[in-house]
């Protein structure tokens, strides 16, 4: 509930903090002293719109505060905590409208979009008044109303998420089945682009084996010519070779007596030299031996290497990578292929929820007509006490077009009436006085108010355009709803006033320079005043006070 609400600098106030209790809180004042004024600036508290016109002249800023006790509010928690918004103590609203027009929203000290305020604050507090935008003109809120009172909110909310579940999982199938005329166009490609790449079956060292082959068939003239020149020079010239002279170097080294052992290590390196040369010599000999010049093995890899040339142009990639295209190829055509499960798989689902979403709205819709009729029936009794005879209420719950999942489920509601015998029913929306209106969302939200999500209702004027005995119903009515919850109402009505649990008095402190509004809660002396004040003018009588006393003392405790 609404435990306090601070003002600051906002149109004629320039600091205002009101203390709010549960129960039933009864606002009264002279015409012009500011009891709107309170009302509009909650209502900004709560996300209304603003201007830069709100802003008391001469100060840079209005800053409203409205603090929440949500101990009984398991929704407004909830919210809080999916946003990480959470706070010790009350919730608290904070709303900063500069001169210049700027605007601030603030949630537990936290900067947030002034969508998020106006989330919130629906779930926290519902403004009835003469007003477009209280939510009784919403057909959201005639479903929610009907719905709780029938006890049907969970299914209600069964229904949505089934309705959401269908949704998105049609918006897949159809994403999908959007993209399955160029998914069978790229499935063909793929399968073409593997099977050549099967068909090439390139091994993971294939590549560079057939390069060193190719080279060495493709030289190999050259090199039998080299391998014959170094056997020459090594071993066979008849001029001279390279054995012949270190033999003969060893020999003439070797030759003489006495030779310094100096000389040995180099006779040592001589005679390995010589051990090496015929070494190479030998391997030469046997690698022309055994080496062929093959030419149709030389055809045969120049065959296998074209193709594999061939096929990486093709791709545009290198030879050596179409490994790594092959694999590629063949994972993005499982996913293809994977896509067609999906379609099959998405469309059991997809019937799966609409049998689901069928079952639970049927469900609903039985609870919601069974409860429709109780609920018009009470409503329409709680007209005829509140000044509205002849008056009648009914819900309409008209089927929705299609067989596509609805989130509200297979029909509309809509709150009708007809506030005088003889006219037609019409749409909440379209009732054509204010007053009327407010009294008909009263009866409403005294029918609804043990099953409504709301814990703090506010109430402006409800009974312009009533008086006598309908007054003192509205009076007891309201007290009825403040048993319940939290009510805070301004009313012109002695009758509605003296139902209060506490009674707040707007009236204006007039200054040398300027005007502000205050706000005093009232002793019991004072309330009796007051009441006498609103049942005779100005000037207080015997009577009147008598009446006033008579009046706050038959009020229930």
């Known amino acids: 509930m609404l435990v306090h609400l601070s003002i600051r600098n906002y149109a004629i106030v320039e600091q205002l903090d009101l203390e709010l ?23 900004l508290a709560l996300g209304d719109r603003a201007d830069s016109g709100v802003v008391r002249p001469g100060a840079d800023k209005a800053d409203i505060l409205a603090s929440f006790d949500l101990a009984d509010i398991p929704e407004a928690q909830q919210w809080l905590a999916e946003r990480d918004l959470e706070g010790d103590g009350p919730c608290i609203l904070r709303r900063v409208i500069t001169r210049e027009g700027r605007s601030r929203a603030y949630i537990n000290g936290t900067p947030c979009p002034l969508g998020d305020l106006k989330s919130l604050g ?9 007003h477009e935008h209280q ?13 709780a009172y029938a006890g049907a909110s969970e299914l209600a909310r069964q229904v949505q998420l089934a309705a959401q579940r269908w949704r998105q999982t049609r918006s897949e199938l159809q994403r999908l089945a959007q993209n399955g005329d160029e998914q069978r166009a790229r499935q063909q490609l793929l399968s073409y682009q593997l ?12 590549l560079d084996e057939l390069e060193q082959q190719h080279k060495t068939l493709s030289n190999a003239g050259a090199l039998l010519d080299a391998c014959r020149q170094v056997l020459e020079l090594c071993s066979e010239s008849d001029s001279g070779n390279v054995l012949a002279a270190l033999g003969s170097s060893i020999h003439r080294l070797s030759a003489g007596s006495g030779q310094p052992a100096a000389l040995d290590e180099a006779v040592g390196l001589l005679a390995s030299a010589q051990i090496q040369v ?10 022309i031996d055994h080496f062929e010049a093959d ?7 120049e065959e296998r290497l074209d193709s594999i040339y061939s096929l990486a142009r093709k791709h545009r990639i290198q030879p050596g990578e179409l490994g790594a295209l092959q694999e590629q190829l063949r994972q993005e055509l499982q996913a293809l292929h994977a896509d067609d499960s999906a379609v099959e798989r998405l469309g059991e689902e997809l019937e799966a929820y609409a049998r689901h979403y069928r079952d639970k709205a049927d469900e609903l819709t039985q609870l919601r007509r069974a409860a429709a009729a109780r609920l018009a029936a009470a409503v329409e009794t709680e007209m005829q006490r509140l000044g509205m005879p002849g008056g009648r209420f009914a819900i309409d719950l008209q089927p929705v077009a299609g067989e596509e999942p609805q989130p509200q489920g297979q029909e509309q509601v809509e709150f009708q009436v007809s506030a005088n015998p003889g006219q037609p029913l019409k749409g909440l929306a379209r009732v054509a006085s204010g007053g009327e209106l407010s009294r008909i969302s009263l009866a409403i939200q005294v029918i609804t108010a043990q099953t409504s999500r709301v814990p703090t209702l506010v109430f402006d004027e409800v009974d312009v355009g009533i008086g006598g005995p309908t007054a003192e119903v509205v009076g007891q009515l309201l007290r009825c709803l403040g048993e319940r919850g939290q009510v805070i109402t301004v009313t012109h009505l002695p ?3 003296a139902q209060g649990h506490q009674h707040l008095f707007v009236h204006k402190q007039r200054g040398s320079d300027e005007t502000r509004t205050a706000v005093a809660r009232l002793s019991h002396a004072q309330r009796i005043e007051e009441v006498a004040r609103m049942l005779g003018g100005l000037d207080l009588t015997e009577v009147s006070l008598a009446h006033a006393r008579q009046m706050i003392g038959s009020t229930p405790a």
């Open 495 to 497: 009758q509605v006033a």
């Open 21 to 43: 209790c549960a129960g039933m809180s009864v606002i009264t004042g002279e015409t012009g002293a500011g009891k709107s004024i309170m009302l509009d600036a909650l209502g």
């Open 195 to 206: 099977e050549e790449l099967d068909n090439l079956a390139l091994g993971a060292s294939e």
């Open 122 to 130: 629906e779930r926290l507090i519902d403004i009835h008044s003469q």
């Open 295 to 301: 030419p149709q093995r030389q055809q045969q890899i």
């Open 278 to 287: 015929e070494e190479a010599v030998s391997g030469l000999n046997r690698f």
């Open 135 to 147: 939510s009784l003109l919403k057909p959201d809120t005639h479903r929610r109303l009907l719905d």
